[in-house]
Structure formats: structure tokens, C-alpha cells
């Protein structure tokens, strides 16, 4: 063995946490998300002579004799309570009854005295085709359902994708609302924590301690306990309209909770650090004699600002800006409390989908759908910092 | 110092790893699940300390928010980390079907006939029956409203209102307050146009509507004077009066009640203890206590009959307060829980 391979070897025992953290922590649940929005093996599993006679299925004419009997067959073949579970929560996202339905058909047929001669004998929804329809769509191990849906769309009886009536979905309409409410934000942290930044670094000894610490020490305090901090600051009773009243500078309180308002001030602040952190690490680095040398060239202060200190800081801003922006997609907590309903983001669609419901594959859909327009948003960036700022 | 630095974060580290290897061997302590706030703490003095100091050993208690999806999450990955949970009717009935819970020692429990029929199942047994309900602060309001109609009129009481988020209770009490009979209501909920017709009456309402989700917030919202009146948890009411001396009103009539009740999660650590336990909280002279704290109905016969007759007239089960309020319909929502919340978000949206 030469002496390279074995050093190659030795580096990656030592990079091994690292790989095996990556992969643990970020490759396995981010494939498994994405495995989950398109898998679709819930019905296929436990059905399989269903499978193969709903294949001659006209999918318009009532059942047949045989499509009764493949289905009772396969039901009566179940063993595992989970599996069906799982089953028929795919069955009655697709057309809600089937909860009912088949409670009452697998109990039906586990009464071995009186057995039942057909499925519609059990229940008179087995005659709609709608029924079968949905168990007849479920039939394939992959699916585009979830990802469709997660964008608005949907097939129809005949297979076609078109777009769903405004009335069962707008997944689109929250999604373009959370790129929107991440932007604000970015944007007032960047208002906000650009010149703090620059005063911080400007500053030494205690004076600077003292600023970086009212930066630091939110972020040791729990999210959940900051964002009700801003309920009680915010409320229509609250200490700011309190004292703006007392003042006399406004007649009737301010609207400024369950509405946009609030979310951006809450969430402005929550995520101020991640924008002030890495655009005074970037400033920390640039030499202070910098801008005395502008000066002494006879650039006046804002020129010297506009052409020497924000070119050199802009890439703190960016990576600043980055880190607030991805952070806001994914806020959950602050616009349930304090947003209305006409704020709330995706991250609360994706936990209804996956908490209130169990059904993994629209929350992973959501969650891909979110993933990807983060990455396109990440390659813009990357794209535009490639460009070294401030060398021409 | 770097040095000293170092070998510490080398030490704590070695802890954490240590103690996550080592956790396993130590079995967990009884663990029991149920909603938080001054609900659980009367839980906590009447069921878990008592039964702790019976068993000899600690009992944990924490509190969720619900969602099927948690339990099955929980029960899939297998060795799930709570043994006892309180669950709402939908959670029952689709974790009983799907397999997610054990199956009820009904013996232990002192037989299926001690209880009101609503609170017996295969995987559970009734805790409790609780009313979702119109409250008012009496303080602030000395007529308040009588009917679902009189919370939709803004006219007459005028200031914000408060409902959960969701379509569970919301459109039920929307069709209520369009006119909808109690004996009608679900029949009409289960048709296209009564879908329809609930969103339509929803819509006049719309703007003055804040909407909750845990169940500590509708009471923080009256308090603060944020709304005029709002859908609330009967007992958590009942509750604020007694500990903080407020006048908070409870609105019986077109009120919406359901049965919680006590589950053991399939395969869990302590699941014979979690049966235990679901029986001891189950005994008459245990349940008993319970309305002194929080005004919930027992579905324990028995331990109804033990109830004074002072907090007897607050709870849902008085017949009473029991005449013109309407059984949740699990059936009606474990069918269409989804798509009417998708189509509910849509609403919001727009």
C-alpha cells in the first residue's frame, strides 16, 4: 500500500462522524421525504387480486361480480391492522367515506356465521363507481397525485392533469405568500442589522460586548418564549398601543397582531442575529484604515461608503440575507401566533398534513416542493456571489 | 485554558455519549399524555400523584396537542416513549382501526356496563365528556348571547370573535347559526350544498373572526378584552372562574360535546401500568374529584352520582345543560376530516 492511499485512507476515518452525520441526519431523511411524496405502495400491497381484475375495469360501469369478489377476497386475506390502516387513510384522501365504508364492510366480513354475498349487500356506496375509481387510481407503486396537488393540480376521471376549482386548494397561493413574508423579512433584518452591524464593529471594548450581547442573548431564549413576548407587546391592549394612547399620539389602538404586521415585527426580530452576525464577521475583517484612506483621497463620506465599505461588506449581507431567508420559509410558531389567517405559512400545511393526518406523502410533496424552490433560490445566490463584489 | 477548554468539551462529550448508550438499560417510569394546561394539573393531584405514590414510582407526565399522525408516528417507529393517552373520539377510532393501540382489559376496568355506552371501546376507555361551547366574559357583557345566531349578530354584540381553526365545530356551529335544527345538523353537513352553505355563512362572519388552536387561548383573548365572545373548551372555563375569580359565561344550549378517553399505545413500555393506571383514574371515588377542578362530565355512572350537586349544574352530562347540545358525529369527520380541512384552508386564504 503507498503511502498516499493509506493517507487517504487515515483522512477519511477521520472525516467518518462527519460523512456518517451527513448522511444520517440530512441525505437518509431527505430522500426518504422525497421517496414518501411519490411512493405510493399502500393499496397495491394488500390487494392484489383486486389489482388484476380492476385492470379489464371500463372505469365508468357499475362493479362486476368479480370485482366484488377479488376485493372481499382481499380483505378477508388481511392480517396486519397497520397495513389496512394505511390503506384505507390513502383510500379516503382520495374520496372521503371510505373511513366508514370500510370499517364497516372489514367488520362485515369477519362474521364467519352470516357471511355476506357481495359487497353491496354490505353497503349500497360499493355500487357508485366513484369507489372504485379511487382504489383503481391507487394501483400503482409510484404516483404523481401528492406533487400535483401540492402545486394545485389534479387528474380528473379521464387521467388528464388540469387545475383544481379555487375552492379545494391553494397550496400555490400560501407558497408564493411564504416567499413573500421571507422576503419582508430578509429585507427588514437587512434594514435593520446592516448599520447595526457596522456600528458594532466600529465600536471596541465593552461598548461592543454590550451590542453583540443584545444580539446573542435572544438567541439562547426559546423561540416560543420570544414570539409570546411580542403577543403581550403587540395585543390591542397591549404595552405599545397602551402607551402610544397615553401619549395621545393615536386616537384607537393600532391593529398590530393577527395580522402582517405582527408577523414581519416578530419574525424581524427572532431572526435579526442570523443577519447581523455574519455581516459584522465579514466588516470585522476589512482593515479600518480603509475608509480614512477614501477619505484622504477626497471621497466624501457617502462616496466612500457607497464605493469602498458596502462592496467589501456586501457579501456578509448576502450570506446574511440567506440564512434569514431559508430560516423564514420554515417558520411555523410565530405566524400561527401572531399572523391572522390570511398569513399563516406552509410549514402549517405541511404539519396538518403530517400531524393532524398522517398522510406522509402530501407533507413530503409540500416539503419537496419547498426543498426545490429553496435550491433554485440558493443557485440564484451562488450564481450571483460568484461574482467577486467590488473587483473590477 | 485552551487546553482545560478542550478536555472539558472532550469530557462533556464523552458524557452525552456515555449516558445516550446507557439510557436504554434504565427502564423508562410510566408515562401519561394528556392537554395541558389547569386540565392536567387537576389531573396531576388527582390521578398522577395518587396513583405514583400506589405504585411506588414516579409517574411522567406530558401534554400534546393531538393528531393522529403523532401517534402513528410514535407506534411505527416502534417502543413509543408515552404508555397512556388521552385521546379525542376521531384519534380513537382511526388508531383503533389501524391497530395502533392495545385492546382494552375491560375486567380491570370494572366492566363495560359501569360506563356511559359513548365510553366504551375495544382500545378505549371514556375519560371524560366536554362541551365546545360559547363563553363570555360576564363582567364585560351582562346580556350576553343565547344562541349561535346571537354570536354570528355583531350588531347587537359588537367586538371580535374567537373559534378554533379548523372546520370541526366551525361549520357545524356556522350551519347552527344559519337556521340548521340540532337533529338536522349532520344531515345537512353531509351534502354539497350544506358544505356550501356552512363556508357561505362563515363568509358574513369572516372578518371579525380570530382564530385559535391550543386551548389556553380562547380564554387569554377574553381575558384581555382581544374578543367579545368565543368558542371554548367548557371546563377550561369553569376552571379560570374558580382559580382566578373570573365571571366567564358558558353558552349550553347549541353546544357540541364528545367523549376523550384514556388509550394504551401499542407495544409500549408500560403498558400493563398504563392499564393500571386508566383503571385507578377510572374508580368512582378517584373520577369524582375531578369536577371540583374542572367542570367535565364522568363517564363513570358511579362516580357521576358522587358529584355535589354545586359543580354538578356545570358540567355538559347535567341534564340540564345536556337538553339542546349535540353529540359530536366522529363517523361525519373521520370520513371527511381532510378534505373539509383542505377545503377550510382554502377559505382562509382567500
Known amino acids: 500500500m503507498s503511502a498516499a492511499s493509506s493517507r487517504t485512507g487515515r483522512s477519511l476515518i477521520l472525516l467518518a462522524p462527519l460523512l456518517l452525520f451527513l448522511i444520517g441526519f440530512f441525505v437518509w431523511p431527505l430522500f426518504s421525504m422525497m421517496s414518501q411524496a411519490v411512493s405510493d405502495p399502500a393499496v397495491l400491497k394488500l390487494l392484489p387480486r383486486s389489482a388484476e381484475v380492476l385492470a379489464d375495469w371500463d372505469r365508468k360501469s357499475p362493479p362486476s361480480a368479480a370485482m366484488q369478489t377479488a376485493l372481499m377476497e382481499d380483505l378477508k386475506a388481511v392480517d396486519d391492522d397497520q397495513a389496512l390502516g394505511d390503506m384505507v387513510r390513502r383510500l379516503n384522501s382520495a374520496r372521503s367515506g371510505f373511513r366508514t365504508l370500510m370499517g364497516k364492510t372489514t367488520s362485515a366480513l369477519d362474521e364467519t356465521a352470516n357471511p355476506p354475498a357481495d359487497l353491496v349487500s354490505i353497503d349500497k356506496r360499493w355500487e357508485k363507481p366513484e369507489f372504485w375509481l379511487a382504489i383503481a387510481d391507487a394501483l400503482s407503486p409510484y404516483t404523481d397525485r401528492n406533487l400535483l396537488a401540492a402545486v394545485d393540480f389534479g387528474r380528473n376521471a379521464a387521467g388528464e392533469i388540469e387545475h383544481l376549482p379555487p375552492d379545494q386548494s391553494v397550496n400555490s397561493v400560501i407558497l408564493a405568500r411564504t416567499f413573500w413574508i421571507a422576503g419582508l423579512v430578509t429585507f427588514f433584518c437587512a434594514l435593520i442589522g446592516f448599520p447595526y452591524a457596522i456600528i458594532a464593529a466600529s465600536l471596541d471594548g465593552w461598548k461592543r460586548d454590550l451590542m453583540l450581547g443584545a444580539v446573542l442573548l435572544p438567541l439562547w431564549t426559546s423561540l416560543l418564549v420570544r414570539t409570546a413576548a411580542w403577543f403581550i407587546l403587540l395585543q390591542e391592549k397591549g404595552l405599545i398601543n397602551d402607551l402610544l394612547l397615553t401619549l395621545g399620539i393615536i386616537n384607537s389602538p393600532l391593529a398590530l397582531i393577527f395580522n402582517r404586521t405582527g408577523v414581519i415585527i416578530a419574525m424581524t426580530h427572532v431572526l435579526l442575529p442570523f443577519m447581523v452576525l455574519p455581516i459584522y464577521s465579514v466588516l470585522i475583517t476589512i482593515p479600518k484604515n480603509l475608509m480614512p484612506a477614501a477619505a484622504s483621497l477626497g471621497a466624501p463620506p457617502l462616496r466612500a461608503f457607497l464605493r469602498v465599505l458596502l462592496p467589501l461588506s456586501l457579501r456578509g449581507v448576502a450570506s446574511g440575507g440567506l440564512l434569514v431567508f431559508i430560516s423564514a420559509i420554515g417558520y411555523y410558531i410565530t405566524p400561527a401566533l401572531i399572523g391572522g389567517p390570511g398569513d399563516q405559512m406552509i410549514s402549517s400545511i405541511i404539519a396538518f398534513y403530517a400531524t393532524g393526518s398522517a398522510n406522509w406523502g402530501m407533507a413530503g410533496a409540500l416539503g419537496m416542493v419547498l426543498l426545490v424552490a429553496t435550491l433554485v433560490l440558493y443557485s440564484v445566490y451562488a450564481r450571483l456571489s460568484s461574482e467577486e463584489p467590488g473587483r473590477r | ?350
Open chain 2, 1 to 350: 485554558m485552551k487546553t482545560i477548554l478542550k478536555s472539558g468539551v472532550l469530557a462533556a462529550a464523552a458524557i452525552v455519549l456515555s449516558a445516550s448508550i446507557v439510557a436504554p438499560a434504565f427502564a423508562r417510569d410510566l408515562t401519561v399524555v394528556s392537554w395541558g394546561g389547569n386540565y392536567q394539573d387537576a389531573q396531576r393531584n388527582i390521578y398522577f400523584k395518587p396513583f405514583s405514590e400506589k405504585l411506588g414510582k414516579p409517574v411522567l407526565d406530558e401534554a400534546w396537542d393531538g393528531g393522529i399522525g403523532v401517534i402513528q408516528s410514535k407506534v411505527k417507529a416502534g417502543a413509543p416513549n408515552w404508555d397512556a393517552v388521552q385521546v379525542e373520539a376521531e384519534e380513537l377510532a382511526l388508531g383503533c382501526a389501524d391497530g395502533l393501540y392495545e385492546k382494552i382489559d375491560w375486567d380491570k376496568m370494572g366492566g363495560k356496563d359501569k360506563f356511559l355506552d359513548s365510553a366504551v371501546n375495544d382500545c378505549g376507555v371514556g375519560a371524560i365528556v366536554w362541551s365546545t361551547a360559547i363563553a363570555y366574559d360576564g363582567d364585560k357583557l351582562k346580556e350576553g348571547p343565547t344562541s349561535w345566531a346571537d354570536f354570528w349578530n355583531v350588531e347587537k354584540f359588537p367586538g371580535k370573535r374567537s373559534l378554533r381553526k379548523g372546520p370541526k365545530y366551525t361549520l357545524e356551529f356556522a350551519l347552527l347559526a344559519d337556521g340548521v335544527s340540532k337533529d338536522e345538523l349532520y344531515d345537512v353537513l353531509g351534502t354539497e350544498e350544506g358544505v356550501a352553505r356552512a363556508f357561505k355563512k362563515l363568509d358574513e362572519l369572516k372578518s371579525n373572526i380570530v382564530w385559535w388552536e391550543s386551548g389556553a387561548q380562547p380564554l387569554q383573548f377574553l381575558a384581555s378584552g382581544e374578543v367579545a365572545m368565543t368558542s371554548a373548551y367548557n371546563g377550561r372555563i369553569t376552571g379560570i372562574n374558580r382559580s382566578e375569580g373570573k365571571h366567564f359565561k358558558v353558552v349550553f344550549p347549541g353546544s357540541i360535546y364528545a367523549v376523550d378517553s384514556w388509550v394504551v399505545l401499542k407495544d409500549a413500555e408500560n403498558k400493563d401500568a398504563a392499564q393500571d393506571f386508566i383503571a385507578f383514574a377510572s374508580q368512582p371515588e378517584n373520577q369524582a374529584k375531578l369536577p371540583e377542578f374542572v367542570a367535565y362530565g364522568l363517564p363513570n355512572k358511579d362516580a357521576a352520582a358522587k358529584v355535589p350537586a354545586e359543580f354538578a349544574k356545570d358540567l355538559p352530562t347535567d341534564p340540564a345543560n345536556m337538553t339542546d347540545s349535540i353529540p359530536l358525529n366522529v363517523d361525519f369527520w373521520i370520513d371527511n376530516a381532510e378534505t373539509l380541512t383542505a377545503r377550510f384552508n382554502a377559505w382562509l386564504a382567500q
